[in-house]
């Protein structure tokens, strides 16, 4: 930091703050939000970046992953440096750099139906970064059910989509797009993308946030926003509210079917397991045993990156979960993370 | 009629725009009978859209046309096939 130059908020958001649209007024409003980012990836990173630049007051920032080499052509906020840390903590880390005026929360945890309601309930938006339709169906259910405006944004290849979503006054994801599957659905390593891409998705997802905080304008509600950059094609639809939406109806319960302990990370030989329990482990005294025993790749203060055997790259959460790379199949990525558990944590 | 193709449909057809031609009117349904093979799949056989995708006959969602059976087409139309996405 440069000492002679003190951070003077009035002075950091002057330009926009002239705004006719903003005012003292709105940038006040800003200071006084909560926002929670659900995924800081391509979208995320994006979003968080100018939400926190225009100096939204509080960021709650969740995320599964560790950043990887092949995330940094479009996660703008990590470096080589971040590599192997949890994408949360060198996201806040950066935001908190970029602006001093934000509270940021980092949490490296995965969204479940145990803990997703928590996540949301106490935030003013819902910013969506997430890869996959399954967790935004979660995600969805419980903004509808707190009245939370859900901010949707995907992005792949050269293609965008848009929405905000804000039950009962508009239609929700479900409305809109019933019944989807992963499997039926192009992914970012099959089909590619361009970082520009979910930069321009992850910018357009911060307005919309922005316009619903301050109320400026007319956002995207009850509108989806369709854009294919290949040919400069943008169309705004009008969405319909589905009469037959269970969520919108209040009759979902939540899919307790599917299991939610085990899940592989959106086109990755990486796999993430949840502790069985809720746990809270003291990473000093497991860096102690672990080192005796494998190689440590990184210790940051959320997590312990460690190579196990025959390849296998293991990162250990403060709060018992494990992401574990280049594994083949469930049963061995659970042997692993047991014998981990058993011999050097706890009792399982 | 003309069905136009976004995102990476176009490059699952080959082409951004193809062109159909329709006597008279006919019912959707029968225009997906038309479909090259490349895009046969954005239609399931009941003859409604693959959750995946969105259907607009000149802008609107056909699912608020009306059944495919009752909407009828002529050769001056558009229709626009979209992916949805899950991406981030």
Request: proline share 5%.
């Amino acid at each position: 930091m440069n000492v002679d130059i003190p951070f003077d908020p009035q002075i950091f958001y002057s330009r926009q703050i002239v705004l006719r649209e903003l005012g003292p007024q709105g940038q006040k409003k800003l200071k006084q939000s909560r926002v929670a980012i659900i995924g800081v990836g391509g979208l995320g990173s994006v979003s968080a970046l100018y939400l926190a630049l225009a100096g939204v007051g509080f960021l709650r920032l969740i995320d599964q992953d560790t950043v990887e080499l092949h995330n940094l052509h479009r996660q703008v906020l990590y470096s080589l440096e971040n590599l192997r840390y949890p994408k949360v903590e060198a996201a806040a880390k950066r935001i908190r750099d970029l602006n001093p005026n934000v509270e940021v929360e980092p949490i490296p945890e995965n969204i479940r139906t145990d803990n997703v309601e928590e996540l949301i309930k106490d935030v003013d938006v819902v910013v969506d970064g997430l890869d996959n339709i399954r967790t935004r169906y979660l995600l969805n259910r419980a903004c509808a059910k707190h009245r939370i405006p859900y901010v949707f944004g995907a992005a792949i290849g050269l293609e965008g989509n848009l929405s905000v979503f804000a039950p009962p006054e508009t239609p929700c994801l479900e409305c809109v797009f019933p019944n989807f599957k992963d499997e039926e659905l192009p992914t970012c390593d099959v089909r590619g993308v361009l970082g520009s891409t979910t930069g321009i998705i992850g910018t357009l997802q911060a307005m919309e946030t922005i316009k619903l905080l301050a109320n400026i304008g007319e956002t995207l509600k009850g509108k989806l926003l369709v854009c294919d950059f290949e040919n400069m094609y943008f169309v705004k639809l009008d969405i319909p509210k589905r009469s037959d939406c269970p969520v919108c109806q209040g009759v979902t319960t939540e899919k307790s079917h599917i299991s939610e302990r085990l899940a592989w990370l959106c086109g990755h030989k990486t796999v993430n397991i949840n502790p069985s329990r809720p746990m809270l482990l003291d990473l000093e005294r497991i860096y102690e045993k672990l080192e005796k025993r494998f190689k440590i790749l990184l210790k940051s203060s959320l997590a312990i990156v460690f190579e196990f055997y025959g390849g296998v790259e293991v990162s250990l959460f403060k709060n018992g979960r494990m992401l574990i790379k280049n594994v083949e199949d469930e049963e061995n990525a659970l042997k692993i993370y047991k014998s981990i558990m058993n011999e050097l944590i706890v009792e399982v | 009629m003309k069905v136009e193709l976004i995102g990476h449909m176009k490059s699952v057809a080959g082409k951004n725009v193809l062109e159909l031609k329709i006597e008279g009117h006919i019912p959707l349904i029968e225009v997906f009978k038309m479909f090259p093979k490349e895009i046969k799949d954005v239609i399931l056989e009941g003859g409604k859209p693959r959750p995946g995708f969105l259907l607009l006959l000149n802008g609107s969602d056909v699912r608020s046309l009306g059944k495919n059976v009752e909407i009828l087409v002529s050769d001056e139309d558009t229709l626009t096939i979209i992916p949805i996405l899950h991406g981030g």
